[in-house]
């Protein structure tokens, strides 16, 4: 048996709040629903369902908010990962319209939680979408005027160069587009925030314990190493650290690891960058993505890779991204640097199923569940609560195949990735 590894080295573990440990699984237990993974997913789906007066287990092999959730660049975004045209392409209007909206629900379902259980995470308003290549422009002042016109969306503010200049602290972008409704938080202490009210509701949590095999049956069990949850319902909330448990949720949901570097805090410098303290992420295919801490850290993402292991020295390869948007922080001391693993479908849209009765499977967020993973733990209470609408939205898109199957699946994302990443410095 494996033990259970501790928080990556990252600011957030050193800052956290509410980080206590909780008990392995011993012994063999029932529960109305058992969920496997304790990240946004798993934590949101148990507090939803302890609401609603279920008995509910989770089972993390790690530590809560161990896994991505605990991580993250902290962007809480608007609508979904993919612009509402290109849905519109795929779908039609309506039921692009209906993925928007609930990707917006998404949003207000971070924020009302927040409130409601006066989660100490930092929230900051306001998201900067940063335009690295001229020719995107056009692209973006029509997006931005169809979600205006006809998605009813107000609250954003397109800036040009000069704008951008002054709202980023930096003249490498063509131009900017700001969303006031958007914004970022720290990512672990929303997910402790939001693991201590599911305990207040009555959920149990349980740390260092793997779930290490499912037995289907009429009323399926998950295996650990020193118990069993005998339940009615099983929510498999891994995201791109599901390994072995599921075979249909592997191949079509692909982990890719990212990275992130916090500085020194920056002192009066902290303002010149970004004035209104605004989260920042621009539309390169591998994004880079930044923000200020309330101390006037940056913590700044950009760099990916997709083989099995981390870089050696993580801070020096997020740094270069860094300095080419940031050359004056040459001198600035970096105090953290650390990777954490995602995980993206081919649609870059949400992965939810209904596997088989009672196995339910959430995850590929694609980069955008700080808001969508969160919301995807209220839609798998509903559905398992038997209101499905809202969950079949999500679980009625078609999913594409990685090709190459579960174990041939990395060699053709790294080819299609490189592909894309090169196509960001054309
Ligand atoms: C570096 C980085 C930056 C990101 N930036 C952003 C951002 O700015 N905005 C945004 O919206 N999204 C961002 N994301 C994505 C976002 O963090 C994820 O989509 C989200 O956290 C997924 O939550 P989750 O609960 O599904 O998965 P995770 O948080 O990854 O949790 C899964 C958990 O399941 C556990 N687990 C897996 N298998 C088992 C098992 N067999 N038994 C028990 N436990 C198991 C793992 O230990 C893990 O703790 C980023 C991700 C990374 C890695």
Redesign the pocket.
Known sequence: MGLPLPHAPSLYAATAVGDHPRAPLAGDVRADVCI????????SAALHLAEAGRKVVV????RL?????????????SGQRQDVSTLEAWFGRARARALFDLGEEAKRTVKDLIARHAIDCEWQDGLIHAIHKRRYLDVVRREVETLERDYGYAGITLLDRTAAAAAIGTDVYHGAWRDASAGHLH?LNL?LGIAAAAERAGAVLHEG????RLVDGPVPKVVTPQGTVTADAVVL???????G?DRETEAHVMPI????LATEPLGARADRLIPGREAVSDSRFVVH?WRLTRVGRLVF?GGETYSRQFPADIKGFVRRHMLAIYPGLADARIDYGW?????VTRSRLPFMRRLRPGLYT??G?S???????TF?GKLLAEAIAGDTGRFDVFAGLPARLFPGGRHLRYPSLVLAMSWYALRDRL
């Not at 496997?36 to 934590?43: A, D, H, I, R, S």
């Open positions: 496997v993974g304790g990240g946004y997913t798993g934590l089972l993390e092999a790690n908010g161990w896994g991505a959730s605990g991580r993250n660049g902290g962007q809480l975004h990512p997910a314990t793997r779930a290490t909330a891994g995201n791109g650290y599901l390994e448990l690891h990212n990275y992130i993505y993402g990777g954490g693993t995602l995980a959430s995850g967020y980069g955008q569940g700080v808001g969508l993973a995807a």
